[in-house]
């Protein structure tokens, strides 16, 4: 027996589950063509991205199941992706950031080239025990996920995660457990760290004014990971909060609903 049907929203986050059965010992999905473990915690079950731009309708999830006795079987479960709809906005920012020079041409297809690296990843342990959470505890903001961008006239890529209001220098914890996997300047998200939560989870905290953590360093939920700034392609300083789920750009409030 499977779980009913699922149905999400575009550009969120869902706990994904599936039952137990006697001497099941893996469960693999495959999701926007990437492997993802299912974790046993009584049942199986792991989280899925949906892109903020992923096709209305069925999604099939496939899943491996692998048993003790080395027998294994496919099973399809289907996700319905319900539409969302999404404003505009407009916004104003310095010319060099809409009129790129061929110098940053050239810096921005490969930084975007190294963080699609680090997206198209999933780690295979859950490195978080305990509900996500807002980086800033009672911050304002930061419900513009997916809002259409028109910069200076020109538009621009959807936003792909939260503005919170932040005052420069205002401390930003971390949103769950995880690895540092960038931490350096880039050209349009400033000063930025990227944590890897496993199964494909990643949060970002971007235009930060200082960077307090290292590549490779695990952090806890709620340590200091940066103080909020306003580097970068920014109208004035905030934390840019965002996800990635399996690649899809997700709205973080969606995580907070996963659980641990
Ligand atoms: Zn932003």
């Known amino acids: 027996m499977l779980t009913a049907a699922l149905s999400a929203g575009q550009g969120t986050a869902i706990r994904f589950e599936v039952p137990d059965e006697p001497g099941l010992v893996a469960v693999e999905a495959t999701w926007r063509g990437r492997s993802v473990p299912l974790v046993k915690d009584g049942n199986w079950s792991t989280v899925l991205g949906i892109d903020l731009d992923d096709a209305v309708g069925e999604h099939a999830v496939d899943l491996e199941y692998s048993y003790r006795d080395g027998s294994g079987t496919s099973r399809t479960v289907d996700i319905e992706v319900l539409s969302r709809e999404f404003p505009t906005t407009r916004l104003e920012v310095a010319p060099k950031y809409v009129e790129l020079s061929e110098e940053n041409q050239a810096r921005t297809a490969r930084e975007r080239e190294e963080i699609n690296a680090i997206y198209a990843r999933v780690s295979s342990e859950p490195l978080w025990h305990e509900p996500f959470a807002v980086p800033i505890p009672g911050a304002t903001g930061g419900r513009n996920f997916g809002h259409r961008r ?106 907070l609903d996963v659980g641990s």
């Open 150 to 255: 028109v910069f200076n006239e020109q538009p621009r890529a959807p936003h792909s995660g939260a503005d919170l209001t932040a005052a420069t220098g205002a401390p930003i914890q971390a949103s769950n457990r995880g690895r540092v996997v960038l931490a350096k300047e880039l050209f349009f998200s400033g000063n930025a760290v990227f944590l890897d939560h496993g199964l494909g989870i990643y949060s970002v905290y971007l235009h930060l004014s200082e960077i307090g953590v290292e590549p490779g360093q695990l952090v806890e939920r709620g340590d200091v990971i940066g103080r909020a700034g306003a580097t970068g392609r920014v109208t004035g300083p905030h934390l840019h909060w965002g996800f990635r789920v399996q690649g899809a750009r997700v709205d973080p409030f969606s995580l």
